[in-house]
């Protein structure tokens, strides 16, 4: 299980940093066995980044970036790459968020690239893929899942389960307020299991395969009761401490003793 926040473009410094002490202090206080069997992670704005993983040196929450250039270095202005990254602390990367494919172009082939150039750096990829309502309603929402997965990770090598992370996102979802019910979460999730099963065999049994889009305290417990859904990505409920912190409780439930 893992539950990862994704923060987008929100909190400025400050606040990101007092939500990262919020977070600390509230794992400090659920204490060691509190999730112990779930991960978690937080992926702030990137100029957050070094100051929080500083934060959270102590507890354990890793930090992810959410976004990478593909390049290693050098005259792409504006850019973040992966060394700079690992430098600021990070273990994790968002790749092929849909905001990113929609509002920024990203295509299946740069998010292969950044995939590879990430592992390259031991960063693991958290790899988002999902439909829009459109292709929902279409009946094409699985061929758009399977071509996404073959567009990201065609080439590309899984040897253990920590080597990705795969995160489906229904576009629809997302920020909207409106979840997957658990048994269509379900049904996707199985499917990106079997398709990284052909990939990759025995290691995808245990990749972590989370849903994002409208995951809330109030619904997560649902959704996180299915066999392939093993964790979150949690855009806006993991801006408020006690609701991601809520969240990471109902995953730590659904471990078995
Ligand atoms: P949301 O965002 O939880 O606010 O819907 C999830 C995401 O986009 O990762």
Not at 143 to 163: N, P, S
Not at 175 to 188: D, I, L, N, S
Request: include cysteine; hydrophobic fraction near 45%.
């Amino acid at each position: 299980m893992l539950i990862a926040g994704n923060w987008k473009m929100n909190t400025d410094l400050p606040g990101g940093l007092a939500l990262a002490r919020a977070l600390a202090a509230g794992v400090q206080e659920a204490g060691e066995e509190a999730f112990a069997d779930v991960d978690l992670a937080v992926c702030p704005p990137y100029v957050h980044l070094s100051g929080i993983a500083d934060v959270l040196a102590d507890v354990p929450v890793a930090v992810g970036a959410q976004n990478v250039h593909a390049e290693e270095e050098g005259a792409y202005t504006g850019e973040i790459s992966a060394a700079m990254l690992t430098s600021a602390g990070c273990t994790h990367v968002i790749v092929g968020h849909s905001e990113r494919r929609e509002a920024f172009g990203e295509t299946d082939a740069d998010v292969r690239a950044k995939i590879v150039q990430a592992r390259s750096h031991g960063l693991v990829p958290i790899l988002c893929v999902g439909e829009t309502i459109e292709q929902r309603r279409a009946g094409n929402a699985a061929a758009v899942v399977r071509r996404q997965l073959d567009g990201a990770l065609d080439g590309v090598d899984v040897d253990t389960a920590d080597d990705l992370i795969v995160a489906y996102e229904p576009i629809w979802a997302i920020g909207t307020g409106e979840t997957a019910t658990p048994e269509q979460a379900q049904e996707m999730h199985a499917l990106i299991r079997r398709d990284l099963t052909d990939r990759f065999g025995d290691p995808a049994a245990d990749v972590e395969i989370l849903y994002g889009g409208s995951m809330k305290r109030h619904n997560a417990a649902g959704l996180l009761r299915q066999p392939d859904v093993t964790g979150g990505l949690v855009g806006g409920a993991s801006l408020t401490a006690d609701h991601f912190l809520d969240i990471a409780r109902h995953a730590a439930a659904q471990v078995p003793a």
